[in-house]
């Protein structure tokens, strides 16, 4: 069957250091990858995208990587702040380019002072 | 720009009964996808539309239901109430293919 897994477990990280968030899958061979950033009771907010040809992505104090290979993206922030801790989203679209989105659970993060 | 909003932002409705929720899409986009996140989930795709026309639906039952309208906006309807329909409700639009989804804020459908 397929499956998206992300850090199943909270990440807490203390401000400045860098955090690494996992997102694994099986059984589906997307053209690209999404992450979205979710507080909590709002919806989903775009920060990348990185498509099956690109190894690397970087905006800012992000960085994702996409392996498709071992079947896994890696989200990076650097320099982390407390406003980084929310809960991040990795998302597939395995509809052929219509944008029809396949999220994992999603990674809290909490970043402290 | 206004982004995508949604509307309302909570609801409340009984076992049985029947819900729609509205959503305006960001300028200039004329595709709309209704996503359902229940707590502690990811969100999972429900249907797309494109040019008034479902094109796109998830494993979702034939009580969740769409429209969309010359105007891009949408709704999603949802019959006959279940506990488990409870969740936050999303909208998002896009444009082109392969690109990124904006999403609004999401209903809190809340059903008793």
């Known amino acids: 069957s397929q499956k998206i897994e992300q850090n199943s477990e909270a990440l807490n990280i203390q401000e400045g250091k860098t955090a690494t968030l996992t997102c694994n899958y099986t059984?589906?061979?997307?053209?690209?990858l999404q992450w979205y950033r979710q507080d909590p009771g709002r919806g989903p907010v775009f920060l990348l995208l990185?498509?099956?040809?690109?190894k690397e992505k970087r905006k800012e104090r992000l960085k994702v990587t996409f392996d498709t290979t071992l079947k896994q993206s890696l989200f990076h922030i650097t320099a982390s702040q407390p406003a980084d801790s929310a809960t991040y989203l990795c998302a597939l679209d395995i509809s052929s380019g219509y944008s029809t989105l396949t999220f994992g659970k999603g990674t809290m993060l909490l970043v402290s002072p | 720009d206004a982004g995508v909003t949604q509307s309302p932002t909570h609801l409340i409705k009984t076992r049985g009964q029947q819900v729609t929720l509205r959503c305006s899409p960001k300028s200039g986009h004329d595709t709309v996808s209704w996503y359902q996140q229940a707590l502690g989930q990811g969100p999972q795709f429900i249907f797309q539309?494109?040019?008034?026309?479902?094109?796109q639906r998830g494993n979702f039952p034939d009580r969740f239901s769409g429209h969309q309208f010359p105007n891009y906006s949408s709704e999603l309807n949802v019959n006959a109430l279940l506990l488990g329909d409870s969740a936050l409700y999303l909208c998002?639009?896009?444009?082109?293919?392969?690109?990124?989804?904006?999403f609004g804020q999401g209903t809190r459908l809340t059903v008793v």
């Open positions: 539309y494109y040019e008034e026309e479902e094109r």
């Open positions: 998002a639009s896009s444009f082109q293919a392969n690109t990124e989804a904006f």
């Open positions: 990185i498509r099956e040809n690109e």
């Open positions: 059984n589906y061979s997307p053209a690209y």
